[in-house]
């Protein structure tokens, strides 16, 4: 997460807190002078953005954990209760007509992706996992690791899951080290 995005998370905390304390509204309007006024994705309003799509379920709570779970807007619940409300999605392996609803949604989600990416189904295959580690343990179980050949470069501070690579690469005979940011750049 970048500073100004961290900036950003901890400013729409304090929104929702609430906190009239001077020093803060002190510290916000020196980030938002910064930042040309804006903050939260460019949005010239963040601070309602906030309140209005995630304020409700919040309360007085500050969420902080984005890197672990994106967080769920009001009208992302909104569209999906009206879609959900309108369509019936049945189990994808099956051939009924509501098997075949959720394989087409499904099929029209990978489009998105490749899409948004500029990639080419006939290159590549968008996979679903339900995490991020479970992303990456497809891949670590999945890379055609050569003992003697193979190498594993990463950096020491990330996510554990990344980590946990070094020991599927390692298991196949592969080299694991960590690398410096700089080292990277380069």
């Known amino acids: 997460m970048s500073c100004a995005m961290f900036c950003s998370a901890v400013l729409a905390s304090l929104v929702l ?15 938002l002078e910064r930042h040309n006024g ?10 309602s953005f906030v309140r209005h799509e995630l304020g409700g379920r919040l309360g007085s709570d500050a969420y902080l954990d ?3 779970a994106g967080v769920y807007t009001s009208t992302q619940i909104e569209e999906l209760a009206a879609d959900l409300q309108k369509t019936f999605y049945g189990n994808p392996h ?10 087409e949604a499904v099929e029209a989600a990978r489009k998105q992706v490749l899409d948004f990416l500029g990639a ?18 497809l891949v670590a179980d999945l890379f055609p690791w050569t003992a003697g050949t193979s190498e594993f470069r990463y950096l020491l501070q990330n996510h554990n899951s990344v980590l946990g690579i070094r020991d ?5 005979g592969a080299a ?5 940011e700089g080292e990277v750049a380069a």
């Open 17 to 31: 807190v609430g906190t009239a304390d001077a020093a803060c509204h002190s510290e916000k309007a020196a980030f």
């Open 38 to 47: 804006t903050y939260g994705y460019s949005m010239p309003d963040f601070d």
């Open 66 to 68: 984005y890197a672990a």
């Open 94 to 103: 099956s051939f009924s007509t509501s098997a075949m609803q959720s394989s």
């Open 120 to 137: 080419s189904a006939a290159d590549y295959e968008v996979v679903f996992t339900r995490s991020c580690t479970d992303s990456l343990r």
């Open 168 to 172: 599927v690469a390692r298991n196949y």
């Open 176 to 180: 694991a080290s960590s690398t410096s």
